[in-house]
């Protein structure tokens, strides 16, 4: 059971936009900068979003993050093949004095 | 870019310690607050954070690991390594080591490849 919720798949059809959320509580997402990985099939994690909502160079303005609350978002507009991944949301957790991850979402692209 | 490469056994007998460096080429890790964190993937499974250790000295390891890991640096080789002892098959997973960033601790950018270790005698 991972400290941070986030549904186990997410699907849509190309050039449409998906949204994927990441749960958590007060001692993570709630006072804590939220980091969302993407995770190609047999590939390593590569940083997508960070600091809730700041893309790294090389990241397409698809991809956009979001916090309220204890609680943030993923989304990802204009939907291609090539984002078929599994994405992961992170966040520093102050009760366990350590990052905590989502259990991944499987993005598919009908 | 810094580019990161975990070297070590991909066979570990259970009981044992398990034991990985991860070296950093393209940059040196003493310029950095925070030299890199260590994460795992079992087969099919999600992301566990083992730990994190900054130039400080300061490590922080998974709660639920914390009596088994240890995470070290060694600046005059520009690299950190992990032990964990005690291992058992559930251990099994691709370790991926990477650099952390001291302003956003779940930040970590850029990853190691990752490598397969096995726990099996």
């Known amino acids: 059971q991972s400290v941070l919720t986030q549904p186990p798949s997410a699907s849509g059809t190309p050039g449409q936009r998906v949204t994927i959320s990441c749960s958590g509580s007060?001692?993570?997402?709630?006072?804590?900068?939220v980091t969302w990985y993407q995770q190609l099939p047999g590939t390593a994690p590569k940083l997508l979003v960070y600091?809730?909502?700041q893309r790294p160079s090389g990241v397409p303005d698809r991809f956009s993050g979001s916090k309220s609350g204890s609680s943030a978002s993923l989304a990802i507009s204009g939907l291609q093949s090539e984002d078929e991944a599994d994405y992961y949301c992170?966040?520093?957790?102050?009760?366990?004095?350590?990052?905590?991850f989502g259990g991944g979402t499987k993005l598919t692209v009908l | 870019q810094e580019q990161l490469q975990e070297s070590g056994p991909r066979l570990v007998r259970p009981s044992e310690t398990l034991s990985l460096a991860c070296s950093v080429s393209?940059?040196?890790?003493?310029?950095?607050?925070?030299?890199g964190g260590w994460i795992r993937q079992p087969p099919g499974k999600g992301l566990e954070w083992i730990g994190t250790?900054?130039?400080?000295?300061?490590?922080y390891y998974n709660p639920s690991l914390k009596s088994r890991v240890t995470i070290s640096a060694d600046t005059s080789k520009n690299q950190f390594s992990l032990k964990l002892s005690s291992v058992t098959a559930a251990d099994t997973a691709i370790y991926y080591c990477?650099?952390?960033?001291?302003?956003?601790?779940?930040?970590?950018?850029?990853w190691g490849q990752g490598t397969l270790v096995t726990v099996s005698s």
């Open positions: 990477a650099t952390c960033d001291s302003t956003s601790w779940s930040k970590f950018d850029p």
């Open positions: 992170a966040a520093w957790d102050d009760s366990l004095n350590g990052v905590v």
């Open positions: 250790i900054f130039r400080s000295g300061n490590t």
């Open positions: 393209g940059g040196s890790i003493n310029t950095r607050t925070c030299y």
């Open positions: 007060s001692s993570n997402i709630g006072s804590r900068a």
């Open positions: 600091s809730n909502n």
